[in-house]
């Protein structure tokens, strides 16, 4: 990150103006910032900032709300916090100091992506960038601080790869920084933490837990002055470890961590209370200590709503609701479990997501559009060109006779090579219609497995619940045919609803890397219907971007489907392999076999070519009748850098 402007030689200037000692003020603000009481903090910072304003120090008047923002940011007030930024703001920019008010956009975007108001954060996060672009001295803490909160905004969007791709940027710019100790591990520590998320979200819970202790080593480095931001991340850090131990069954551990959070976080830090809360009632539940479970349930609900946490609501109502149907209590629980089901459609959808991606969108149909038009420019220009030089090469022939089966054969030669970059700029131009289709095929496939899972899923799961809270009504339902064959095909019902919404959108990629997933795949196949399949993997396959990962199990996936509906195969053979920069995809059944000259391409077939020349890869497809079908495919593995979308 380049930033500019002579921000120093601009502060002197600055100063020079006031008749207040500017020293002093910024010294007193950054002590009342560091104040463990974030009410003390709060008052005294206003307080500083219209001193500053009064002496006409706006840098100090900018930097003091600024602070007090981020104090009322800490107590979950989000309202106030976004109040006090952007009264911020105007002295900022009344300073002439560009990085002030890049710091300012950038405490915006983190109250709106903490809001769920993800294009505002984004816009707000770009702003940032923007300005700090056009300054000439390096900025790290600010640009730290705008990649940071990118990372968080694209983690609330479950896009791992630009989620990383930001967080990486931060951490280049912290190893750059030749600042103080306590500076360093400031900016650190949320990049620790990030990463510790990371990891924890894709169920690597070993790596997560390792990063998440590394935070809290980390920050014991920090100076007695700094005890609020030491103690901010040690309560995140522990109350996530508690997650995580919770997650993986261990109790004790996550019982032991949540308290701990709460103990440095009462009073201060009220979304870790609110998480930690979380964590103790599931603890509770598992223990079959009901009522603490409720309690403690309901306390979270009620400052989840307070501090308008729908995500951690909407989990909460389900919690509550597994609480009481433990229970036997029905009516409760399927109180909460439509309230459940309601909360999840105000929740982060397909269209929010298309705003924050309508800029990116927007430039790159913009670049394909203009690589289209240039494409055909230099069509347009080759088709000219050898219409330019048909008519010179026939007044040369009518001229000069002699020449004429050199100019002949030098025609032929340029014609071949006029028609050879023609070829070329078409088939770039397929292939990225081809990307095209295979991506709307995609983004169609995401679509259908929320609508499932989140629409369709949650209306069979009420169904669910009010067939159990009739039975608790009458008790002679039990004994009725008619009510148990009902709620085996609710069952049944759900079972295949969630095998479909899993082919459709396999989050078992984000989970699991690509070889671990299509085994996974391939045992489920072969649970379900008998098919024997023995999948083999060569190489190494932890670098392939997440879309190439994602277009391989698509292969596989098609090529499985295809076996299973038309070879009556018994036995299949799927084998990967990486051979330096290309992958290749080798599938075999011993079923029935086709004759390839007879037998026209269907729909599997179809789509399977779609994809593989949409990667610009080849396959062949050998088969007889009685003896079987083999398909061969080869792949260049793109170059990996740019962040990907997931």
Known sequence: MVVTGKNSYAQEKHQAKTNVDTVALDLSI???????????????????????????????????????????????????????????????????????????????????????????????????????????????????????NLAYLYECLGQAGKRIYYLTQAEILIRKWNTSPDMMIRSLAPILAGKANYFSDNQMSDSAIKYY???????????????????????????????????????????????????????????????????????????????????????????????????????????????????????????????????????????????????DAKYHIAEKDGQIARNELLIARQKDKIARKNLWIGLISASVLLLMALSGALYRNSKLKQAGIIRSLKQENKISILKGVVQGEENERIRLARELHDGIGGMLSATKMRFMALRHDNEDLVRSPRYLEAMGLLDIM??????????????????????????????NIQAGTGLQINFQSFGDFSNLSNDFKLNIYRIVQELLKNIQQHANATYAVVQLMILEAYLTVSVEDNGKGFNTDETKDGIGLHNLKTRVLSLDGHYTLKSEQGKGTTVYIELGIPIAGKPMDT
């Open 494 to 523: 759900g079972d295949e609803i969630r095998k479909t919404s899993h082919n459709l959108m396999p989050e078992v990629l984000l989970k699991q890397n690509l070889t671990e997933a299509l085994r996974t795949y391939c045992n």
């Open 30 to 148: 950054k002590s009342a910032a560091y104040i463990t009481n974030p009410d003390t903090a709060i008052q005294q910072l206003k307080q500083l900032g219209q001193k500053s304003i009064d002496a006409g120090y706006f840098l100090g008047a900018a930097r003091a709300f600024r602070a007090a923002g981020g104090r009322y940011f800490d107590l979950g007030n989000y309202e106030d916090a976004l109040v006090y930024y952007k009264k911020s703001l105007p002295f900022a920019e009344k300073t002439g100091l560009k990085d002030q008010a890049a710091r300012c956009h950038n405490c915006f975007a983190l109250v709106y992506a903490t809001q769920g108001n993800y294009t505002e954060a984004s816009e707000e996060c770009f702003k940032a960038l923007d300005i700090l672009k056009t300054i000439d001295t390096s900025d790290y803490e600010t640009g730290i601080s705008i990649y940071t």
């Open 213 to 359: 202790k590394e935070v809290l080593n980390v920050i014991k480095g920090l100076g007695a002055d700094k005890e609020s931001v030491r103690l901010y991340h040690e309560a995140n850090a522990l109350v996530n470890l508690g997650e995580i131990y919770g997650r993986n069954c261990d109790w004790e551990k996550s019982v032991s961590y949540s308290n701990k959070a709460i103990a440095i976080a009462r009073g201060k830090y009220p979304d870790v209370v609110e998480c930690a809360y979380y964590n103790l009632g599931q603890a509770f539940r598992y223990f079959k200590k009901y009522r603490e479970a409720e309690d403690i349930f309901l306390q979270a609900l009620k400052m989840s709503n307070a501090l308008q946490h729908k995500a951690l609501l909407t989990a909460g109502y389900g919690y509550l609701a597994d609480v009481y149907r433990d229970t036997r209590q029905y009516e409760k629980a399927l109180d909460y479990t439509d309230s459940m089901i309601a909360l999840k459609d105000t929740l982060v959808t397909a269209e929010k997501i298309k705003n924050i991606r309508q800029e």
